[in-house]
């Protein structure tokens, strides 16, 4: 059983670009969360997606956003990238509420 | 053992040794709450999690106690070895399943 699982791993792009990170839940999960964390702090909630649609957002600008396709996979993009933008970005997965949640090894996003 | 009253960046504790780590959280309202680990380059990985009708909670060789009344939440870690050498970070919800809150992590380093 497969658990969380990130796509890709490590990322360098140029400010100004778009980017794209990709996330499979594990088996069974239907919900999607994505948070950031930047080198030496805890991870900062972005947002969450349930049944395709997004139910709860952190505070993120709106150059932050998100997908979720019928088979609960999920993207991340994020347009005119910043160098703060630089940080691991970590998706969790969780069979709707009352359950834990569970996280992939996270893409690391580098802004040069 | 050694134990920490309040949250501290750095714990270091000898192997065979009980360690504590403390974590003082915001939002009254919080109803779960649980405990990560997080190794240098990989997610975090769940540890144990406890719902606020609950003061104590029990894995293995780990303990979580919720003291509500001062919103104070603590991982206890019987005979610690160099595997649970990493970063510990908790977190809490309005319920398991939704957006987790991070507190700051404690980095936790087991000698030999």
């Known amino acids: 059983d497969a658990g969380v699982t990130q796509s890709p791993t490590h990322l360098i792009k140029t400010r100004g670009q778009q980017v794209t990170l990709r996330c499979s839940p594990k088996?069974?999960?239907?919900?999607v969360s994505w948070y950031q964390q930047a080198l030496g702090q805890e991870p900062q909630f972005i947002f969450q997606y349930y049944e395709e649609e997004e139910r709860q957002r952190g505070n993120f600008p709106d150059r932050f956003s998100g997908h979720q396709f019928p088979n609960y996979s999920s993207e991340l993009n994020v347009n005119a990238l910043l160098l703060g933008d630089s940080a691991l970005y970590l998706c969790?997965?969780?069979?709707?509420?009352?359950?834990?949640?569970?996280f992939g090894q996270g893409t690391r996003l580098t802004v040069v | 053992g050694e134990s920490v009253g309040l949250h501290l960046p750095t714990l270091s504790v000898q192997e065979g040794d009980n360690s504590i780590i403390n974590c003082a959280y915001s939002?009254?309202?919080?109803?779960?709450f649980i405990w990560y680990k997080q190794e240098s380059g990989k997610g975090p990985q769940f540890i144990i999690d406890?719902?606020?009708?609950?003061d104590k909670r029990q894995g293995q060789r780990v303990t979580v106690l919720l003291n509500k009344t001062v919103k104070h939440l603590s991982l206890q870690i019987a005979a610690t070895q160099p595997g649970d050498s990493a970063v510990y970070f908790c977190a809490e919800s309005n319920q398991a399943g939704t957006a987790l809150i991070f507190g700051k992590g404690t980095t936790l380093s087991v000698s030999s």
């Open positions: 969790a997965s969780s069979r709707g509420l009352n359950t834990e949640a569970f």
């Open positions: 088996s069974g999960h239907d919900t």
């Open positions: 939002n009254s309202a919080s109803d779960y």
């Open positions: 406890i719902r606020s009708n609950m």
